[in-house]
């Protein structure tokens, strides 16, 4: 890689509950690259009609934002948006919190709402921490070289991903899965 070519990292913005696609809507019109987890989830549209299939945020109040300039430079632009927004930082609140582009395709190949695939479930950073599994790579099927951890629930397993506080849970054979050293 070229020595002045930045690596591309993503940021997490959040807002109030169900406010999502208001602040998508702001991002999309200022041409800030950006990403809602989403599935489908049928909707009655009026009496006696067929239920409609309607994309929903999965995770209500996160949006996973490209990050095209300086921390200065997002959060005033960031300021611009009518819904109140701010962006996710460390512990100590002095760094916005980055995640690197390769764990964003990852995550963002798991969470795609029209791959026919097993269930899946989403679930805060800290919920994913407390479960007990090892470090594995999946080295079978579609989702082949994606690393996360491996759970085992109800004698079924589980391969989780966490990406800047939320992950995904997907089953899995562990039979897809090699464990990694650490």
């Known amino acids: 890689m070229h020595p002045n070519m930045a690596v591309k990292t993503w940021v997490v913005v959040r807002t109030f509950n169900r406010k999502e696609m208001e602040v998508s809507t702001f991002l999309h019109q200022n041409g800030l690259p950006h990403f809602i987890p989403m599935t489908y989830h049928e909707k009655v549209m009026s009496a006696g009609e067929k239920p409609k299939k309607v994309l929903v945020p999965v995770i209500h109040n996160y949006i996973f934002l490209e990050k095209t300039m300086d921390a200065v430079q997002l959060r005033s632009k960031l300021s611009e948006c009518r819904v109140p927004v701010h962006l996710m930082c460390d512990k100590d609140k002095q760094r ?87």
């Open 96 to 182: 916005i919190t980055e995640i690197r582009d390769s764990d964003m395709v990852e995550f963002r190949l798991l969470c795609d709402p029209d791959y026919a695939r097993t269930p899946s479930d989403f679930l805060d950073a800290e919920e994913a921490e407390a479960l007990p599994g090892k470090e594995v790579e999946i080295v079978h099927g579609p989702f082949t070289g994606l690393h996360g951890k491996l759970h085992k629930k109800n004698q079924k397993y589980w391969f989780v991903k966490t990406v800047g506080g939320v992950s995904v849970m997907l089953r899995i054979s562990r039979w897809y899965c090699k464990v990694l050293d650490k």
